[in-house]
Nanobody, 124 residues
Framework: QVQLQESGPGLVKPSQTLSLTCTVSGGSITTNYYYWTWIRQPPGKGLEWMGAISYADNTYYSPSFKSRTSISRDTSKNQFTLQLSSVTPEDTAVYYC????????????????WGQGTQVTVSA
């Protein structure tokens, strides 16, 4: 059973870069056809798909975040990371990492495995 765990700072100052790491257990991030994604939920709003990285190290980004987002991986640690630059208070949200087997998808309900989420607040 694939398990995911987010980690990173809970508080980030405006204009800084948010960096989050997702540690995967129970499976390898290089296993064929798995896609590893970042999803967030701002307070009072729905889930937002931000982007994904594939088993083959291909990346996919939502147009809403593409200019500020980078997703990468460290296969030696079985981790993948999110970097979101130039953050503002509107980036305050619970951030989730998630995974699915199959084609990449920007539909959040297509993801089968989820971390518990980590709260990130952007404030001076």
């Amino acid at each position: 059973q694939v398990q995911l765990q987010e980690s990173g700072p809970g508080l980030v100052k405006p204009s800084q870069t948010l960096s989050l790491t997702c540690t995967v257990s129970g499976g390898s991030i290089t296993t064929n056809y798995y896609y590893w994604t970042w999803i967030r939920q701002p307070p009072g709003k729905g889930l937002e798909w931000m982007g994904a990285i594939s088993y083959a190290d291909n990346t996919y980004y939502s147009p809403s975040f593409k200019s500020r987002t980078s997703i990468s991986r460290d296969t030696s640690k079985n981790q993948f990371t999110l970097q979101l630059s130039s953050v503002t208070p509107e980036d305050t949200a619970v951030y989730y990492c998630a995974a699915r087997f199959g084609p990449n998808s920007d539909y959040v309900d297509k993801y089968d495995y989820w971390g518990q989420g980590t709260q990130v607040t952007v404030s001076a």
